[in-house]
């Protein structure tokens, strides 16, 4: 019988860590596991690709309550019952590891699975800690959490030096990067096509940069970089900006405007068709200021772009600096545009994507991720491992 997997996160809305966690769900199945998701939040964009390879998703639908005219009533109540419905879960489906995702699903699922004597249990940190600093709180539940993990992940070596230093013990602390679907960028639309819909030259020089309209993701470094770039960037060029907007789009597109760059930055939103997307590019750009370790930056070194990435979390652990790209320091817009002119005119540019995606095929590919959560998980499930309660 196909061992029984439950996995915890917040929401099945498109991001880095619902998408990492869809696609090893998925790839978990077919080798014969039997995952299952409860999620904080159900329904999400990514709901339908868990229905599809049928795996079954629990959680409480926000929509009843969205009518209460009391938020913070609800709020409480929707804890509760989240508290209440997940430990069910634990106690009807009795799986045989159960896996957290992002802080608020570990504080949550795992003091659930405490009282409900769930094990073996398995914890995976995303992101720097840099949260912390505001919440202490829930940084004193996670040192207390960390205690009672079988085994917690990070998915770069910052990620993994900072829960070596909350005091993760050494033999429970695993290393496993993001895996990237090869596959998916294989087959991509016409590039004239794409650029004609986008209404782009077919001469342009096309930047690209897909993140979330997140203050961290640095956006402003961004368009004060390709303003101080731009008199030197051949004619014509377009930057095309893809994610979903958390409510500082309007201020970005004011400050694109009073740049003078306003014309030639693309505002595109969440899209779906990101593969394609990054065929009609030049060059892959993230200039976050903090980072676990990206998915954009896998995905564009896929579609063979060079990718130019700012030095936080796992980015330099992806891109080597002048060989598939270039990397530089955070919150530094007039060393971005220099980086930005140099891969403008960089006849190399061509072979410096294609040994990056020769370098995700060899180290993040999503099957050598799959492959090392299964030897996590067959590692943990050992009875000496850990012991389960009577």
Same mark, same amino acid.
């Given at each position: ?67 209460? /005219? ?32 992002? /802080? ?105 940069? &897909?993140?979330?309209?997140? /203050? ?31 409510? &500082? ?24 068709? &990101? /593969? ?46 002048? &060989? ?67």
């Amino acid at each position: 019988m196909a061992r029984r997997l439950l996995y915890v996160i917040g929401s099945l809305e498109v991001g880095g860590a619902e998408q990492h966690l869809v696609q090893v769900a998925c790839q978990l199945k077919e080798r014969g596991w039997n995952p299952e998701l409860y999620a904080f939040t159900t329904g999400g964009p990514l709901s339908s690709r868990l229905q599809e390879a049928k795996i079954p998703v629990f959680g409480l639908s926000p929509a009843w309550m969205n009518s209460f /005219p009391c938020k913070r009533l609800v709020a409480r109540f929707r804890l509760v019952a989240t508290f209440a419905f997940l430990a069910w879960i634990m106690l009807v489906r009795r799986p045989a590891l159960v896996h957290f995702f992002l /802080p608020g699903a570990y504080i949550v699922g795992g003091i659930v699975s405490l009282f409900t004597f769930t094990r073996p249990r398995v914890m995976s940190r995303r992101s720097r800690n840099f949260y912390q600093r505001k919440h202490p709180y829930m940084t004193k539940l996670e040192l207390f959490l960390h205690g009672h993990m079988d085994a917690v992940c990070g998915n770069s070596l910052a990620v993994v030096n900072d829960l070596k230093l909350e005091g993760v013990e050494a033999n429970k602390l695993h290393l496993i990067y993001n895996g990237i679907d090869l596959k998916r960028f294989l087959q991509h639309a016409a590039l004239n096509s794409l650029r004609q819909k986008l209404e782009i030259d077919e001469n342009a020089l096309v930047f690209i940069c &897909i993140a979330n309209l997140i /203050p961290y993701k640095g956006h402003r470094d961004l368009l004060d970089a390709l303003a101080e770039a731009r008199p030197l960037l051949p004619q014509p060029w377009v930057c095309l900006c893809v994610g979903r907007d958390d409510g &500082i789009g309007a201020d970005l597109r004011a400050l694109a405007a009073e740049l003078g760059i306003g014309d030639n930055v693309r505002w595109l939103g969440g899209r779906s068709d &990101i /593969p394609d997307l990054l065929s009609c590019a030049d060059v892959g750009i993230l200039c976050s200021h903090e980072e676990g370790f990206s998915n954009a930056v896998l995905e564009g070194m896929a579609a063979k772009l060079p990718m130019i990435v700012t030095d936080v979390g796992g980015n330099a652990e992806a891109v080597l600096d002048r &060989i598939t790209g270039r990397v530089v320091p955070p919150r530094q817009p007039a060393q971005l545009a220099q980086a930005i002119l140099e891969m403008a005119s960089d006849p190399t540019r061509g072979e410096m994507g294609k040994l990056g995606r020769e370098r995700v095929s060899e180290n993040f590919s999503l099957t050598s991720c799959v492959t090392q959560y299964e030897a996590l998980y067959d590692q943990t499930l050992r009875p000496s491992s850990f012991e389960r309660p009577s």
